[in-house]
């Protein structure tokens, strides 16, 4: 029987000792291993900023049209998958007491980008699964009201229905569920939209739990794809809810984090008047709407930037989470064979 410890034992041989860890333990980890390798962590996540610059060029100078947005999803989507490989791999690394560097990761999670894409898209798919349905019935109501509005609409419908398993983002979405619930308010005469999330949440919620380790998987232990996903319903089945409780945690700690801070940095700007006569009222509706307000352009520019950056910084929290997670369900349900693989590569 395995006993519980806050971290990973070393032994006289420097061989890392794995053993299970709670949910105090795996946080607690997680700030001591991104802490302890910032600029390991640091030269990962610069690949996701970049793929964010891009967009954000691509949105300022590409013109409009209905296809725009699936076309800086699918721009940003490799940015985004190879430094969560890359993360996912730095994790395993450093946890296992090895050396490495954040090219090398990067180029690990390259090499199995397809595998990952696989992976990532179905889980991607029902993760998104109440936007999804909110976009598919406002796509309903536009053909059947086909002959009244404009084709242009019609296609942007389609642009995001298509869009929904590119978008990147965090295990649990609070800024869309927040964006989800505003849209009815947007569009009068259909406020049931907004029940929508609720109903479909069940099937989105319970997929997402049970497909969570299939990249993690893919990248780390390399099987087929299909293996990979029943690796993820394995270490899923009897810790179902665990792993759901742990993964709220670590995506309402993200998201509290990069909120707080970019919304104390939006304070400092209006006490600072950095942003000429910037009002607490702005920086409540950058909190709700999340977005852009032509009434202080400057403003929320330079808070969507700094939105970004803090976000690329917050980036590797959940992802290093969920990996330790996954090693925390695979010590506990492989056993000792986890940690006698990791003593023979110590060895050889």
């Known amino acids: 029987m395995l006993n519980l410890v806050d971290t990973v034992q070393t032994n006289d041989d420097n061989t890392p000792t794995l053993q299970p860890m709670g949910f105090s333990e795996i946080l607690d980890t997680i700030f001591s291993l991104y802490r302890k390798h910032f600029l390991l962590f640091l030269g990962v996540i610069a690949v996701d900023f ?7 060029l691509l949105a300022r100078f590409l013109p409009n049209f209905p296809l725009k947005g699936l076309v800086m999803d699918l721009v940003v989507l490799p940015f985004g998958l190879v430094s969560m490989g890359g993360i996912i791999v730095t994790t395993s690394t450093v946890y296992l007491g090895k050396p490495t560097r954040s090219l090398k990761a990067l180029k690990q999670a390259g090499h199995r980008f397809w595998q990952v894409l696989a992976c990532h898209l179905p889980w991607n798919l029902v993760s998104g699964t109440p936007r999804l349905g909110i976009v598919a019935l406002l796509f309903l109501i536009f053909l059947s009201n086909i002959e009244l509005i404009e084709p242009v609409p019609v296609l942007f419908a389609i ?23 505003i849209v009815p308010v947007m569009i009068p005469g259909q406020t049931w939209i907004r029940f929508i999330p609720l109903v479909l949440a069940p099937l989105a919620i319970y997929f997402t739990v049970r497909w969570l380790f299939a990249a993690v998987v893919v990248l780390l232990e390399r099987p087929l794809i299909r293996r990979a996903f029943a690796r993820s319903n394995e270490f899923t089945h009897g810790s179902w ?60 520019a330079i808070m969507g930037w700094i939105n970004w950056i803090v976000g690329s910084f917050v980036f590797p929290i959940w992802i290093i989470g969920v990996t330790l997670l996954y090693f925390d369900l695979r010590i506990r349900k492989d056993g000792f064979d986890l940690e006698m693989q990791v003593n023979n590569t110590k060895s050889n």
């Open 241 to 300: 809810w665990r792993i759901w409780g742990t993964l709220i945690s670590l995506s309402v700690l993200s998201f509290a984090i990069q909120r707080i801070v970019v919304t104390t940095i939006g304070f400092i700007f209006m006490l600072t008047r950095v942003m000429g006569e910037t009002t607490s009222m702005d920086i409540l509706k950058w909190m709700v709407r999340y977005g852009f307000d032509n009434s202080n352009p400057l403003f929320y």
């Open 159 to 181: 642009a995001l229905l298509a869009s929904v398993p590119f978008s990147l983002h965090l295990p649990i979405d609070l800024g869309g569920i927040i964006n989800d619930l």
């Open 50 to 56: 970049c793929g964010n610059l891009v967009v954000y």
